[in-house]
Nanobody, 120 residues
């Protein structure tokens, strides 16, 4: 049974950093493209970062240069390092295996997500 558990969110001041973690079970994260998504209040969930099975990474323009995604194959975990956080980064962050980058479809049931709030 596949399970995705996100953690590491919290309240941070503008300019601060958080490291988000995604613990996966029931499949191997290194075998799939893994994405980090976020959903702000009243908005659709959007893809902000991808780490491909081969290790290549891509980022949405809104987070490029500030966020970094990585993977620990031994622990079967994916991470999102978020730096220089802005109030507009406030959202619930989720991870999932990417089925389509354009449609936003994913392979597995969503986890509970982790809340990131950027505020002074």
């Amino acid at each position: 049974q596949v399970q995705l558990v996100e953690s590491g969110g919290g309240l941070v001041q503008p300019g601060g950093s958080l490291r988000l973690s995604c613990a996966a079970s029931g499949f191997t994260v290194s075998s799939r493209a893994m994405g980090w998504y976020r959903q702000a209040p009243g908005k659709q969930r959007v893809l902000v970062a991808i780490i491909a099975a081969g290790g290549d990474t891509e980022y949405a323009d809104s987070v490029k240069g500030r966020f970094t995604t990585s993977r620990d194959n031994a622990k079967n975990m994916v991470y999102l390092q978020t730096n220089s956080l802005k109030p507009e980064d406030t959202a619930v962050y989720y991870c999932n295996a990417v089925a389509s980058r354009t449609s936003g479809s994913v392979y597995f049931k969503w986890g509970q997500g982790t809340q990131v709030t950027v505020s002074s």
